[in-house]
């Protein structure tokens, strides 16, 4: 009975630890996935929620690159005084969505970098500022989209990693 016992925990040891690399494997994949899916201007499209900055008075707000061309440049400016804000707002639901920015004094003029964080994706974006023109560098996108894929590669490598810690016990019992 002992024996049967201590098999027991000793499977369940190993599933327990399998579920636990299997979810902080799907973690890694999910970023490694975003990295993976960087674009860059001069190279690819960017993605579609590419979000840049607009200061107005003491307040800034979100905007999609796409809506740039309909947007009145007089009234607003692309670079403010205060180098890093963040501002959060809730989206109903008990969901809150968040923009931040950051800029960064370049020598040409301003490199900015925003974060647009909703319940389902997260957009990084990074452009320049020079001479009151937007000129978009990189985006990067963390979506639930990815999750699939993420699961699946995390499967494997689980899966893989069980057959080498196999191998290794069947070898060190040899």
Known sequence: MKKIMYIFFEKLKIYT??????????????YLISYYDMRYADKE?????????????????PLNLSKLKDFQKEDFSFISAK????????????TSSSFSYSIKKIENGHQI????????????????????????????????DYI????????????????????????KDN
């Open 17 to 30: 630890i399998n579920f636990v690399i299997f979810f902080l494997l799907v973690e890694i994949f999910l």
């Open 45 to 61: 499209t960017l993605h579609g929620d590419f979000t840049i900055v607009v200061f107005d008075d003491e307040t800034f707000y």
């Open 83 to 94: 180098k890093v804000d963040r501002k959060e707002w809730d989206a109903g639901d008990d």
């Open 113 to 144: 970098e925003t974060e647009f964080k909703d319940p389902e994706r997260t957009v990084w974006s990074t452009y320049q500022v020079v001479d009151n023109n937007i000129i978009p560098i990189k985006s990067r996108l963390y979506a639930f």
């Open 148 to 171: 699939l894929l993420a699961m699946v590669l995390a499967f494997l490598t689980t899966y893989g990693l069980n057959d080498i810690r196999r191998y290794i016990k069947l070898n």
